[in-house]
């Protein structure tokens, strides 16, 4: 507690900025979450994630992927190089205008304590029911929601430990796609749920970020096979970037890994139970 309340607010910068494109850069981005034992997470990465397209990041587990995400969303600020949005440095625009700007759907989804219905309204305050109960269909979560005591008004504390993993996660993807930020980063947001729905909400979102800079972080490859481009990412540093294509003629990384992807949904089909 007291660490916490002792931590050091991020500097805030007060006037909006004009932000032109929403292309996301990082110049020689170096973090570590503890500056005093040193471990490096990300060692000068370089990378740019081009506007209005599909940008996936793959590597081994523990590689940098989620704390690169959370970087873009300023839940820390970079040691070392920096993070643009449009060429603009994300640490002079105030973080209201960057959280309008970025929608992030984080690997532990949190709810709210109020009803599932305001747990999605707060992707815009401003939505009607009829809009917050479209992104529900779209994220695939209207058929559990009906289900539960109260329907849309459960309290989610009631429903919280009821909820899966899965259907936690897909109500913050219905915020998301009701808050319909230019930017979209998910991180492996569909991990938990399972091959059907995974592919009906796969459909979703791929149809509600046409037009937005998209960047997913996903395990399960197939999902992301499709990118406009793909970045594997290994002990803080960027591996290689290429098509599924180029990486699987070109990366052994990413030959394996798909491999072991494919053999996976092999084995998961063979003995009868769900893809994963
Ligand atoms: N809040 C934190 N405090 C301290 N260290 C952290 C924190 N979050 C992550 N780390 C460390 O930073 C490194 C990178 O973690 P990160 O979560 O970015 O990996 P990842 O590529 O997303 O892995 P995964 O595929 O398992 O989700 C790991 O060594 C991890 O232990
Ligand atoms: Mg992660």
Not at 20 to 30: E, G, H, M, N, T
Not at 37 to 42: A, I, N, R, Y
Not at 79 to 107: C, E, H, W, Y
Not at 200 to 224: D, Y
Request: contains cysteine; negative net charge; charged residues 25%.
């Amino acid at each position: 507690m007291d660490e916490l309340l002792h931590a050091e607010e991020l500097p805030d910068a007060e006037k909006p900025v004009d932000i032109q494109s929403k292309d996301i850069q990082l110049q020689d981005v170096s973090f570590s979450y503890d500056k005093e034992s040193g471990k490096q997470v990300l060692s000068h990465i370089n990378l740019k994630i081009p506007e209005e397209k599909f940008t996936a990041l793959v590597g081994p587990s523990g590689g940098g992927k989620s704390t690169i995400a959370r970087l873009i969303a300023r839940f820390w600020d970079v040691n070392d190089g920096k993070i643009t949005i449009g060429g603009v440095d994300i640490r002079s625009m105030p973080l209201a205008q960057l959280a309008d700007i970025v929608s992030f759907v984080t690997q532990d989804n949190f709810l709210f304590n109020c009803s599932i219905k305001e747990n999605i309204r707060l992707g815009n305050p401003d939505a009607t029911d009829e809009e917050v109960y479209a992104a529900a269909k779209a994220a695939c979560c209207d058929e559990f929601i009906q289900k539960l005591d109260n329907g849309y008004d459960t309290m989610a504390g009631d429903a919280g430990n009821r909820l899966s993993g899965g259907e936690k996660q897909r109500i913050s993807i219905a915020r998301m796609i009701l808050k319909n930020a230019p930017i979209v980063i998910l991180d492996e947001a569909t991990a938990f749920t399972d091959q059907e729905n995974e592919e009906k909400i796969q459909q979703s979102i791929a149809a509600l970020t046409k037009g937005k800079t998209l960047l997913v972080i996903a395990h399960r490859l197939s999902t992301i096979k499709n990118a406009d481009q793909i970045i594997v990412l290994q002990n803080g540093q960027v591996e290689n970037t290429g098509t599924h294509q180029q990486l699987l003629t070109g990366d052994a990384l990413y030959r394996d890994m798909w491999e072991a992807h494919i053999g996976a949904q092999n084995w998961s089909a063979g003995s009868g139970k769900g893809g994963n």
